[in-house]
């Protein structure tokens, strides 16, 4: 189970904290509700929200609706009752009972929650049991060798291998970082679905796209076309304090409805040049911040970046007496790589606090497990922040988020948290993603929670990261139950495509 744990965000003028007000405000109904829902009372506090819902000023008002939505997202994150879960675990072990998945729950190795008295799992188990529970695991694999998550995992892993390895020898002919260039075709399609509540002919519904970021080693961006074809391009991010540009890169997209019990549907296709980064590091070589650096990467950010005196401590024993910017990440790197085990996330907008929960469930996917890597960096004196998008590799292609650090002289570095030290004795490729990227990147995001352009005012699905897109209706958020998306990926080696 995940804790109900909520840290008040930052003062007003503070960057974006990337989470719902049902997480970071102090009205005292919230709070209330927040507790009751820790508590598995989500009725009640659903009751509580709703009589109260206009008895406040605009702020107050505002968390008590996102709580409540907040609550909807939780019950659907959790909403599978045992007998669900039964069917679905048959389909990979008919002889599987619910004596098996209780002494697996009571285990800690099936992820649920208590709603209002009753039980619910996760809505992605058996994902999360298959890789957590030995038991199932055992069982799966004695009756289909090689189908457990792990199994199918390390199949894929000398693709990946074979990728680095090629990236080391390049660089080590190459004049500069940047090697390896893989030109990128890229189709992204949403479909709404016909027949959402309120919807009418007339009303406008509106679409904001992930879009590339022009970003070092990311180049040549270049959109092709849209449907509909009118649209806003967001400027690419300029890295400057604060950032300029769109942090979060989107095309903006709207069209009216013509008949509400057909879907709608909004497309983008483009292309980019990613290449892999691979700088040589030498701990050696590493230098102290200039005193004029920015220290808004050095600087807390709750809910998700929090300081809290755990993770503090545990800071300072990884780091110890630790100057060397570079040794200090490694160390850091190394300590969560053994620490943290990657799993099948809830949603984001449902965690109350990226850092917080994989520090004290010791689980977490790529987002939960970057952010946790920068708050460890940020406490230990190296500048650390947040980037995401997909990850693109022919082989096997998602959504993905890692994260940069700053180390002079070589400026902001690539870092993936959840890639892990990978498989080898050769220590430029166990250690590759301690300060390099491989070649099959979509950079979307150099932050998180920032404002889209043209603004979005309702909560977003996601209101840290942004991969799949965004969503609304005559101003009313559509969560992701309520469309669907597409993604693409053609590739051709070179530097242009052309």
Not at 351 to 372: E, H, M, N, Y
Not at 459 to 476: N, T, W, Y
Request: charged share 25%; hydrophobic share 40%.
């Amino acid at each position: 189970m995940t804790a109900m744990v909520a840290i008040v965000g930052a003062e007003a003028g503070a960057a974006p904290t990337g989470a719902s007000l049902a997480w970071t405000s102090a009205d005292p109904i919230v709070v209330r509700a927040r507790g009751w829902v820790g508590d598995g009372r989500f009725a009640d506090a659903e009751a509580l929200l709703k009589a109260e819902a206009q008895a406040a000023d605009s702020e107050a008002a505002r968390a008590r609706r996102e709580m409540l939505e907040i609550i909807r997202r939780i019950r659907r994150e959790y909403s599978l009752t045992p007998e669900d879960l039964l069917a679905r675990v048959k389909r990979s072990l008919p002889d599987v009972t619910l004596d098996d998945l209780t002494r697996w729950r009571e285990a800690g190795q099936v992820r649920f929650r208590m709603i209002d008295g009753q039980l619910r799992y996760f809505r992605r188990e058996p994902s999360h049991m298959f890789r957590f529970c030995p038991e199932a695991i055992e069982r799966l694999e004695a009756r289909s060798p090689g189908s457990s998550p792990a199994a199918r995992s390390k199949k894929v892993q000398g693709n990946l291998i074979a990728h680095l390895e090629q990236i080391v020898a390049a660089a080590g002919k190459a004049d500069g970082p940047e090697v390896l260039p893989i030109r990128h075709r890229v189709t992204f399609k949403l479909t709404v679905s016909p027949n959402r509540p309120g919807a009418k002919a007339g009303s406008l519904v509106r679409c904001w796209l992930p879009f590339p970021q022009e970003y070092r080693q990311q180049k040549d961006v270049k959109l092709i076309r849209t449907s509909p074809a009118k649209h806003i391009l967001a400027p690419s991010a300029v890295d400057s304090s604060p950032m300029r540009g769109a942090p979060q890169r989107t095309v903006y997209l709207e069209q009216r409805i013509q008949d509400p019990a057909k879907p709608v549907v909004f497309e983008e296709e483009f292309e980019y040049t990613s290449y892999a980064y691979y700088p040589a590091l030498k701990a050696s070589d590493a230098r102290a911040l200039p005193a004029d650096f920015d220290r808004t990467y050095l600087a807390e950010r709750p809910p998700h970046i929090a300081f809290t005196p755990e993770i503090k401590a545990a800071v300072r024993e990884v780091v110890g007496a630790e100057q060397n910017p570079l040794e200090k990440v490694r160390k850091i790197y190394h300590y969560l790589d053994a620490k943290v085990q990657w799993c099948p996330e809830e949603e984001y907008p449902i965690i109350p606090s990226f850092c917080t929960k994989a520090f004290t469930t010791g689980q977490g996917d790529c987002g939960v497990q970057s952010i946790l890597f920068v708050t460890m960096c940020r406490l230990a004196g190296v500048p650390a922040r947040w980037q995401s998008g997909f990850e693109t590799k022919p082989w096997g292609w998602n959504m993905h988020d890692w994260s940069e650090v700053y180390i002079e002289p070589w400026g902001w570095l690539p870092v993936d948290m959840s890639y892990g030290l990978q498989p080898s004795e050769k220590p430029e490729i166990r250690e590759f993603y301690i300060g390099h990227q491989d070649s099959y990147r979509l950079i979307v995001n150099l932050d998180y929670g920032t404002p889209f352009i043209p603004a979005k005012e309702d909560l977003r699905s996601e209101p840290a990261d942004l991969q799949r897109g965004e969503v609304e209706i005559d101003g009313r958020n559509l969560y992701f139950d309520e469309w669907d998306y597409e993604i693409s990926f053609d590739w051709q080696p070179g530097e242009t495509g052309k």
